[in-house]
């Protein structure tokens, strides 16, 4: 089998490309450049990086000198705070070495009053054997002292009865000037038996509530108010060109007035009350006295008002 020569090649003869490593230069600036531009790029950020940290620096630093000067502050109040506590502990340690002194004394006192109460019980329990040795020798005589408070009790009832009876008759005779009264009528029997003694006039009223005085005898009467519940009256009396108010009476009192020229006093009694009005007499005294001037009668009669 034949084959064909072809054209012999020689490796040794083979010589490179008069320009293969132009392309390095190139190469070598443009990482030269991507370097710089790179460094560039990261001293930018760098920088802004480092002025963002100045200004949180510079903010926390503001911070932390606010803080510092609140603290400050709270250690100036701690200071004051402190300085008053040791004023108050200063006046509690007196206040407690006084107490101390008198707890002391106080225990003193426990111990002697201990002591004297001691001896008092002792002095009592001799006192009380003595009070039952005497009360062993009173009891023979508790039915006699029983026997004579019994007639002292009806002693004492027989004196009240007849104080009582006795302020009763004062208070019939004494008027509302606490002048002595004469004998008072509760009804027309006993009145007829006045008329008939002949010492004093007596003229009877049925007086109504109305806007004049009507006159009864040498007096002239007005009815103010009745109080049925209370059995009282108000009345103005008028006698001797003055008007006097008698206030608050009730029934069965001499109501007393002075007229001029009589030494007695002319009495009203009211024997019954009813709503708006009285039913009673006027007592005048029958003889006239001799003249009594204004100033004795100031004087001897102050009262002669309601």
């Known amino acids: 089998m034949n084959s064909t020569p072809g054209p012999e090649f020689n490796l040794l003869d083979e010589q490179p490309a008069p320009h293969s490593w132009a392309w390095v230069p190139k190469v070598l600036l443009a990482i030269v450049l991507a370097i710089g531009i790179a460094e560039g790029i990261y001293a930018w950020t760098l920088s802004g990086r480092l002025a963002a940290m100045q200004r949180d620096l510079q903010t926390q630093l503001a911070q932390q000198d606010d803080q510092l000067h609140r603290l ?81 009790r009806q002693d004492v009832g027989t004196t009240r009865e007849e ?33 008939t003694r002949g010492e004093r006039d007596y003229f009877e009223f049925d007086l109504r509530k109305l806007k004049q005085a009507q006159h009864v005898g040498p007096v002239a009467l007005q009815l103010k108010k009745t109080d049925v519940k209370r059995q009282k009256f108000t009345v103005n009396l008028v006698a001797d060109d003055r008007t006097i108010e008698k206030k608050d009476k009730t029934v069965n009192e001499p109501v007393q007035f002075y007229q001029q020229g009589q030494r007695q006093a002319t009495e009203i009694v009211v024997n019954q009350i009813y709503k708006d009005r009285i039913v009673g007499y006027i007592s005048v005294p029958k003889r006239a006295g001799t003249q009594v001037s204004g100033l004795e009668r100031e004087v001897g009669h102050p009262g002669s008002g309601s």
Do not use: M, P
């Open 72 to 152: 400050r502050d709270r250690l100036g109040i701690a200071d004051e705070q402190y300085s008053q506590l040791q004023g108050d502990l200063t006046t509690t340690q007196d206040s407690l070495t006084k107490a101390v002194g008198e707890v002391r004394k106080t225990q003193q006192l426990a111990g002697q009053l201990q002591k004297e109460t001691q001896e008092s019980k002792g002095q009592f329990n001799n006192e009380l054997g003595l009070l039952q040795q005497d009360q062993e020798s009173t009891r023979g005589t508790v039915g006699t002292l029983s026997s004579d408070l019994g007639g002292v």
């Open 163 to 195: 104080l009582a009876s006795t302020r009763s008759e004062l208070q019939r005779v004494i008027g509302d000037l606490g002048a002595q009264s004469d004998l008072v009528a509760h009804n027309r029997a006993e009145l007829a038996e006045l008329r």
